[in-house]
T-cell receptor, first 111, second 118 residues
Framework: QQQVKQSPQSLIVQKGGISIINCAYENTAFDYFPWYQQFPGKGPALLIAIRPDVSEKKEGRFTISFNKSAKQFSLHIMDSQPGDSATYFCAALNYGQNFVFGPGTRLSVLP | DGGITQSPKYLFRKEGQNVTLSCEQNLNHDAMYWYRQDPGQGLRLIYYSQIVNDFQKGDIAEGYSVSREKKESFPLTVTSAQKNPTAFYLC?????????????????FGPGTRLTVL
C-alpha cells in the first residue's frame, strides 16, 4: 500500500501549546519520512525529516517521533506560535519510487 | 540566488485551450517533478524526470504532457483533454534519487501556479 494517512485534518491550538500531527503508513519499504510546511499560496518547504533507524529527531521547537513497529510517526510543535499557522504534510519515500504525501493538516494557532 | 521559479503565478484559461506552465531551477538538480494540489488533498504526482530527455508518468498524468530538453527547465502543458484542470500546480526538484533515501532525495518546491479554467 502506497498510502500515507494523516490526522487530524485540522487543528486549533492556543499560543504556547503543543501541536501534534500523526501519520501512519502500511508499506514497510518506506525508509525516509519528511515533514513539509506550507503557507497559503506558497509551495511546501521542508521542515524536518527522519530515517526509521532513529526513534526521535528534534530541531528547535519541532520534533518527529517515529514508531517503526506501529508504522506511525508524528510531528510535535512545542510552544506553538501564531506564525506556525500553516498546512503540514507528512510524506514517505521508498527508494526507487516517489514521495507519497499525506492529505495535510491545517494548523491554526490562536494568539 | 538559487531556487525554483514558476510562472505565471496566476493563469486563466478558456475551456478547450492548451496552456503551458513554466518551471525553472538553478540548483543544478538532476530530478524535477510536477504535482497537482486540490483543496483538502495532498500533493498528487503528475510527471517526473530524473534526467534530461527522459520523463515518467506519475499517478495522474492523463491530460498533461511535459518535456525535459534542458536540465534546468521542466515545462508542463495542461491539454484540453484534462477534464478538471483548475488547481494549484507545484514544481519541485531534487539533487537526485540516491540510495539510501536521504537529504539527497529531498524535494525543493517552487511557489506554484494557480490555474483557473473559465
Amino acid at each position: 500500500q502506497q498510502q500515507v494517512k494523516q490526522s487530524p485534518q485540522s487543528l486549533i491550538v492556543q499560543k504556547g501549546g503543543i501541536s501534534i500531527i500523526n501519520c501512519a503508513y502500511e508499506n514497510t519499504a518506506f525508509d525516509y519520512f519528511p515533514w513539509y510546511q506550507q503557507f497559503p499560496g506558497k509551495g511546501p518547504a521542508l521542515l524536518i525529516a527522519i530515517r526509521p533507524d532513529v526513534s526521535e529527531k528534534k530541531e528547535g521547537r519541532f520534533t518527529i517521533s517515529f514508531n517503526k513497529s506501529a508504522k506511525q510517526f508524528s510531528l510535535h510543535i512545542m510552544d506553538s506560535q501564531p506564525g506556525d499557522s500553516a498546512t503540514y504534510f507528512c510524506a514517505a519515500l521508498n527508494y526507487g519510487q516517489n514521495f507519497v504525501f499525506g492529505p495535510g493538516t491545517r494548523l491554526s494557532v490562536l494568539p | 540566488d538559487g531556487g525554483i521559479t514558476q510562472s505565471p503565478k496566476y493563469l486563466f484559461r478558456k475551456e478547450g485551450q492548451n496552456v503551458t506552465l513554466s518551471c525553472e531551477q538553478n540548483l543544478n538538480h538532476d530530478a524535477m517533478y510536477w504535482y497537482r494540489q486540490d483543496p483538502g488533498q495532498g500533493l498528487r504526482l503528475i510527471y517526473y524526470s530524473q534526467i534530461v530527455n527522459d520523463f515518467q508518468k506519475g499517478d495522474i498524468a492523463e491530460g498533461y504532457s511535459v518535456s525535459r530538453e534542458k536540465k534546468e527547465s521542466f515545462p508542463l502543458t495542461v491539454t484540453s483533454a484534462q477534464k478538471n484542470p483548475t488547481a494549484f500546480y507545484l514544481c519541485a526538484s531534487s539533487p537526485g534519487t540516491g540510495f539510501p533515501p536521504s537529504s539527497y532525495n529531498e524535494q525543493f518546491f517552487g511557489p506554484g501556479t494557480r490555474l483557473t479554467v473559465l
